[in-house]
């Protein structure tokens, strides 16, 4: 998952509103968005190669969603999935709060991830390459591969159509619309994060195209204050063109706290 926005507690019958993509290369298996069959309490997309997730919630109340975090040294052979990270919270018993702060003493393990987990009463933010966990106020977020609120063009973008979503009609296929723009950013605002120029060129838009590499898919996702939850997630192929949109709609077993 390489670019999420969302508003916690923003919006006075959403508690949250989450609209993301995801970016992996083409080739590597994944299972579009369903309750999984071994794990029938979670609603997400599954990583065929790692066996975890990158966007999930549960019917328990569990919202999770992992981004990598960019950087150029090699990524270790030996590190386990990161996937995984958002899986396990959202099959657990644990609190948000609690399972951020167990994952603390492990999180040199991994790769360099960003991870968001909810539980209706808080919502976390941790990085293994930040200086440790936030438990976040109410207010719009953006996060893609670097730290939460990284001002890269795509997030500052993204914010503002998601502003402006809720300052409207907040719908799954308003959240997909924007999240399927492909413009990319001018050069003068680019982040340097090591990449060549038509890199970083590339990756500034917040939908990829590219035969190698690219976003396969968008998620919407509505909670409302009775506990109904609205999701919705668009599949895109290697050419860019739009694919299948799984939508559900489910009631959690607990309504999230209002206040």
Same mark, same amino acid.
Request: charged share 25%.
């Given at each position: 998952?390489?670019?999420?926005?969302?508003?916690?507690?923003?919006?006075?019958?959403?508690?949250?509103?989450?609209?993301?993509?995801?970016?992996?290369?083409?080739?590597?298996?994944?299972?579009?968005?369903?309750?999984?069959?071994?794990?029938?309490?979670?609603?997400?997309?599954?990583?065929?190669?790692?066996?975890?997730?990158?966007?999930?919630?549960?019917?328990?109340?569990?919202?999770?969603?992992?981004?990598?975090?960019?950087?150029?040294?090699?990524?270790?052979?030996?590190?386990?999935?990161?996937?995984?990270?958002?899986?396990?919270?959202?099959?657990?018993?644990?609190?948000?709060?609690?399972?951020?702060?167990?994952?603390?003493?492990?999180?040199?393990?991994?790769?360099?991830?960003?991870?968001?987990?909810?539980?209706?009463?808080?919502?976390?933010?941790?990085?293994?390459?930040?200086?440790?966990?936030?438990?976040?106020?109410?207010?719009?977020?953006?996060?893609?591969?670097?730290?939460?609120?990284?001002?890269?063009?795509?997030?500052? /973008?993204?914010?503002?159509? #998601? =502003?402006? !979503?809720? &300052? @409207? *009609?907040?719908?799954?296929?308003?959240?997909?619309?924007?999240?399927?723009?492909?413009?990319?950013?001018?050069?003068?605002?680019?982040?340097?994060?090591?990449?060549?120029?038509?890199?970083?060129?590339?990756?500034?838009?917040?939908?990829?195209?590219?035969?190698?590499?690219?976003?396969?898919?968008?998620?919407?996702?509505?909670?409302?204050?009775?506990?109904?939850?609205?999701?919705?997630?668009?599949?895109?192929?290697?050419?860019?063109?739009?694919?299948?949109?799984? /939508?559900?709609?489910?009631? #959690? =077993?607990? !309504?999230? &706290? @209002? *206040?």
């Amino acid at each position: 998952m390489c670019l999420i926005l969302f508003a916690w507690r923003a919006h006075p019958d959403y508690p949250l509103i989450v609209a993301a993509n995801r970016d992996e290369f083409h080739a590597r298996p994944a299972q579009a968005g369903s309750f999984w069959r071994d794990r029938p309490g979670i609603l997400a997309g599954r990583d065929l190669v790692g066996g975890g997730t990158w966007l999930g919630v549960s019917r328990s109340g569990k919202f999770a969603a992992l981004t990598n975090y960019r950087e150029m040294a090699e990524r270790r052979a030996d590190a386990p999935s990161r996937g995984v990270l958002a899986s396990r919270y959202l099959e657990n018993g644990r609190s948000a709060s609690a399972y951020i702060s167990e994952l603390q003493r492990v999180a040199g393990a991994y790769s360099g991830f960003n991870l968001l987990a909810a539980d209706g009463k808080e919502l976390w933010w941790t990085s293994n390459r930040d200086n440790g966990p936030r438990r976040l106020d109410a207010g719009l977020y953006g996060l893609s591969n670097h730290l939460l609120e990284t001002p890269w063009p795509k997030v500052l /973008r993204g914010k503002e159509r #998601l =502003r402006e !979503a809720i &300052d @409207s *009609a907040v719908t799954p296929d308003v959240l997909l619309a924007f999240l399927a723009d492909t413009t990319v950013a001018s050069d003068a605002d680019l982040p340097d994060t090591g990449l060549a120029l038509a890199r970083e060129r590339l990756l500034s838009a917040a939908r990829i195209v590219s035969p190698g590499y690219g976003t396969r898919c968008s998620t919407a996702l509505i909670f409302d204050r009775a506990g109904r939850v609205r999701y919705a997630e668009r599949s895109y192929d290697a050419g860019g063109a739009e694919g299948d949109t799984v /939508r559900m709609e489910f009631q #959690l =077993r607990r !309504a999230w &706290d @209002s *206040a």
